[in-house]
């Protein structure tokens, strides 16, 4: 007999699972479709992020950080780090440990939520139906609401075809079992900075090929400038005006073409990492009359509430327009599942935080200044430097700013812009006053503990309309 359910959900990554568990949780038989295996074979929930993304970069970002900290740190500190040494295949190991935990941990939610797994490839057809390829054959289910969150995966580029040997992507740089000499990553991009930063901290000598001119485009001018700066002083060659052509692996080594302002150029490395940006996967996702539409960037078509263009069918995270983050695929599932249970609930794209998880950190929420100004908005500007922080000092992590922009006319935060350490935590602050609509003035007049890497954002608010207390104000009042 035909399986039927109230929801049934295809991907289960970071927007399908979470979507799932809502559904659940908010009393709708709810299935959840997932074909990704481990590479011991078994099923492993958690999409892209818990597998291959998000948790194992972070993983060994942290991992490569308190080596390069305890090789380049500790002395100041008086710790005496004579002999510090670097086991690859045992932090790689420690990565693998963490991502089984999670992905278990999905398994243990689906099972407590009372979500069906349905292991296998899942295709939907018309009328909500969903064919499902699994290990045990073909079996198609019905569902009220159909959710597609079947993600994204990396963009191939001609020029570097990924061998997963020599020539990898970023699933691919994330085994390495050992550091290369010479490391070349391909596009200066969130993912290329990250990994290129984990390779560089234990030791390889990485060049880093951006194809634009502009480092850091999303990112506030005053915060990608600095990040610049300081990732060039770590070692990183960030090369900018350099488009890749052509490769070719020469037996352990490849070299790669490539053209800059001079012409033509070429450079050898021992890996090559291609991080040029990421693809929706839509492939035998839909039946050719499944009614859903694609758009011309092959992204699942769907509205501001992330309904596609059947009734009853909805599209959510990487597979659809917007930032290609976790926590944005997670929302849109929880927004959708609400929905479908008749809630009116919308989500606010104005404020998704983007982070990158280099050191120094670099986080932002809302508007850079030279958007705002593109717009003709007026704006009063505040900094603090993590320089003039005590928390920041007694850390030895004094690098970077907090950046908080706010309308002139009405004083609301409109952007807030941080690199620096525990970037990421402190744009949350921002982002949290920003969705109450907070003045800089009033954010300015809370109290933040002392002494903490907050009182950074604090302070920037404060120096907005030049009441800043530990630095010299630009605005005077
Ligand atoms: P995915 O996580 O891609 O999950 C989709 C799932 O659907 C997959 O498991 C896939 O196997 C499955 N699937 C696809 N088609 C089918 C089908 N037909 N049938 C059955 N199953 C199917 N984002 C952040 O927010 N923070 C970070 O720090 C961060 N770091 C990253 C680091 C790296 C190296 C990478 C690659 C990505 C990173 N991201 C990060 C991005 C983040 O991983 C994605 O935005 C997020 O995973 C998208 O979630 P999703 O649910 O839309 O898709
Ligand atoms: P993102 O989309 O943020 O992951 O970044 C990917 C980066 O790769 C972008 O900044 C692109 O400009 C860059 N890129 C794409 N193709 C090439 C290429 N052939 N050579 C160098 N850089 C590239």
Redesign the pocket.
């Known amino acids: 007999m035909t399986q039927k359910f109230d929801v049934v959900v295809?991907?289960?990554?970071?927007?399908?699972y979470v979507a799932a568990i809502k559904a659940a949780q908010l009393g709708l038989k709810t299935a959840c479709?997932?074909?990704?295996q481990d590479g011991e074979g078994k099923l492993a929930l958690?999409?892209?992020?818990l597998?291959?993304?998000?948790i194992p970069?972070?993983a060994l970002l942290d991992s490569s950080w308190k080596f390069h900290e305890a090789q380049d740190g500790f002395a100041v500190h008086g710790i005496n780090h004579a002999g510090v040494t670097m086991d690859v295949p045992a932090m790689i190991g420690r990565k693998s440990n963490i991502v089984k935990n999670l992905t278990g941990g999905v398994a243990g939610l689906f099972k407590s939520n009372g979500v069906t797994v349905l292991q296998?490839?899942?295709?939907l057809l018309a009328g909500k139906k969903v064919e499902v390829t699994g290990p045990n054959g073909v079996e198609v289910v019905e569902a009220d609401n159909v959710i597609l969150?079947?993600?994204?995966r990396?963009i191939d580029i001609p020029p570097a075809p990924v061998d997963q040997k020599i020539i990898v992507d970023?699933t691919g740089a994330?085994e390495f079992q050992e550091v290369p000499k010479r490391l070349g990553v391909i596009g200066a991009g969130?993912?290329g900075l990250?990994?290129g930063s984990v390779w560089s901290r234990l030791g390889a000598q990485v060049t880093v090929l951006e194809a634009l001119d502009t480092f850091l485009m999303a990112a506030d001018t005053a915060v990608s400038k600095e990040a610049l700066k300081t990732m060039t002083k770590q070692g990183l060659d960030i090369k900018l005006g350099a488009r890749v052509t052509g490769s070719e692996v020469q037996g352990e080594e490849v070299v790669v073409k490539y053209t800059d302002a001079n012409g033509e150029q070429s450079i050898t490395f021992d890996k090559l990492i291609v991080a040029v940006g990421?693809r929706p996967?839509t492939t035998?996702?839909l039946a050719s009359d499944s009614g859903v539409d694609i758009d011309e960037r092959g992204f699942i078509f769907v509205d501001d509430y992330c309904a596609t263009s059947v009734p009853g069918v909805y599209a959510?995270?990487?597979?659809v327009r917007g930032l290609?983050?976790?926590?944005?695929?997670s929302e849109e599932g929880i927004m959708v599942v609400e929905r479908i249970k008749g809630h009116k609930a919308v989500m606010n794209y104005d404020l998704i935080p983007s982070?990158i998880?280099t050191h120094p950190e670099i986080a932002w929420v809302g508007k850079t200044e030279q958007a705002l100004k593109a717009e003709g908005v007026e704006v009063n500007v505040g900094s603090f430097p993590f320089a003039a922080s005590g928390r920041a000092m007694a850390a030895n992590d004094t690098g970077g700013f907090v950046k908080v922009i706010a309308d002139a006319k009405t004083d609301r935060v409109l952007g807030v812009h941080v690199i620096g350490p525990s970037a990421a935590e402190l744009v949350q602050q921002g982002a949290i006053a920003m969705e109450f609509g907070t003045s800089a003035e009033d954010l300015g007049m809370m109290v933040f503990s002392h002494p903490t890497l907050s009182e950074a954002l604090h302070e920037a608010a404060l120096a907005v309309n030049g009441g800043a207390i530990h630095i010299a104000n630009r605005k005077k009042r």
């Open positions: 295809i991907g289960a990554g970071p927007g399908g479709i997932e074909k990704y958690g999409g892209t992020c597998n291959v993304g998000c970069s972070k296998g490839h899942g295709k969150a079947s993600g994204s990396p970023s994330l969130v993912i990250e990994l990421r996967v035998d996702l959510i995270g990487d597979v290609m983050l976790a926590h944005k695929a982070v998880y």
